[in-house]
């Protein structure tokens, strides 16, 4: 009886180098951030210019946040519960692509509601992003991964916005809308061939989150970072875009006002460091918080659009310099594996403020005025921001 011919083996294709995996995530983070801020800078008047009423302005653009509020969390517990996070990135960035298409093929409320909501889902794939990039680096290289990751998000962010009132002038509107989905098919297209090492599955545990929830040293800090988000998203990216249109901005100036605010955010990102080893978190917040408190107060009296330049300017410092702290004091006192479950509680909370940043604020507009509404807007943040900074540690643990 004749024995079977045996066939080698079909070679498998070499696996990428950590390097290249590193490079490619670099980049992939790059692109994923553009592609959702492209349209970033003109999106409230372009929503103005389908609906004079801005509530549903608000309503539209807060649409970004409650997905986030809503998914990040959860996502993060079922990306640990399956092992893998690759598949959930690459659902993001669909998302993303799609979101950024509905909204340029959209005429309607409704339509450009769905579209925001989409890249809002889209957004929240970043947490899976954050775990499966760190995951490439030894656990005492975490920090240098998370300013790898930092530096290319932001300067995804500021090409996109920078670029945005290029686009417009050049294509209208939909060019943005366009290229923003067109990065994130490149996106795709890059990530596809980076292999994931599957992880041990993780059973979610609800007890421990209960647990954080009602530890104050936890909670706080994550409440004070919605308020701030809160300010950021009712004006910088919500309705400072409209005042400066009533002031004569082109799309290009827009575009402009959006880069110079993430430009100062990730400058106070970066500081820091630097600050953290002088200030209690304590005095941190409380100046941050006037800071953004007294920014948002002058857009009642902005008598140009120049002036709207140095609010941005003190906004993004506020904002950018708050954040990092808020988030460090969060999990400061939180031990072994629950640490985890405390940066995915905070990120959730503070998406509550992207959301109902623009939708409150949308309303109030929509009542009183645009004027009255930062009024109003400058008042919540900063006597909630500088009683809240009361009851947070006024020495640095550890």
Not at 38 to 44: A, D, E, I, R, W
């Amino acid at each position: 009886m004749s024995q079977p011919v045996s066939r080698p083996a079909q070679a498998a294709a070499p696996a990428l180098s950590r390097n290249v995996r590193i490079a490619l995530y670099v980049i992939v983070a790059f692109l994923f951030w553009a592609s959702l801020y492209f349209y970033v800078p003109t999106l409230p008047t372009y929503v103005a210019g389908v609906t004079g009423n801005l509530a549903a302005v608000g309503t539209v653009l807060s649409m970004y946040g409650l997905w986030q509020a809503l998914l990040r969390f959860p996502l993060g517990l079922v990306t640990d519960w399956v092992g893998r996070r690759k598949p959930f990135i690459l659902g993001g960035l669909v998302m993303a692509a799609l979101g950024a298409w509905v909204m340029a093929s959209s005429t309607t409320i409704p339509g450009l509601a769905v579209g925001r909501g989409l890249t809002g889902f889209a957004a929240a794939a970043w947490v899976p992003m954050v775990v499966i990039f760190s995951a490439l680096f030894k656990p005492e290289e975490a920090v240098m991964a998370s300013a790898i990751l930092t530096v290319a998000s932001s300067l995804g962010r500021m090409t996109a916005t920078g670029l945005n009132g290029t686009f417009n002038t050049a294509g209208g509107y939909g060019l943005a809308f366009t290229v923003a989905a067109a990065v994130a098919g490149a996106a795709i297209l890059l990530l596809l061939p980076v292999r994931e090492d599957p992880q041990p599955r993780k059973q979610p545990s609800l007890a421990s989150l209960g647990h954080l929830i009602r530890r104050r040293d936890v909670l706080l800090p994550a409440l004070l970072s919605a308020l701030s988000q809160y300010g950021a998203w009712a004006t910088s990216f919500g309705f400072i875009p409209i005042l400066a249109r009533d002031l004569g901005a082109t799309d290009i100036t827009l575009s402009l006002l959006s880069t110079i605010n993430l430009a100062l955010y990730t400058a106070g990102n970066l500081s820091v460091t630097a600050l953290a080893g002088r200030f209690a978190p304590r005095r941190i917040v409380t100046y941050t918080f006037a800071l953004l408190g007294v920014a948002i107060a002058g857009l009642v009296i902005a008598p140009s659009v120049g002036w709207l330049y140095v609010m941005q300017v003190l906004i993004g410092a506020a904002t950018g310099i708050g954040y990092p702290v808020l988030m460090g004091s969060s999990i400061r006192f939180v031990e072994g594996p629950e640490r985890a479950t405390a940066m995915g509680l905070h990120q959730a909370v503070y998406a509550i403020g992207m959301f109902a940043g623009p939708w409150f604020s949308g309303i109030l507009a929509g009542a009183l005025g645009l004027r009255p509404m930062f009024g109003f807007t400058a008042a919540f943040c900063l006597i909630l921001g500088i009683l809240g900074a009361r009851y947070m540690p006024d020495r640095m643990g550890s």
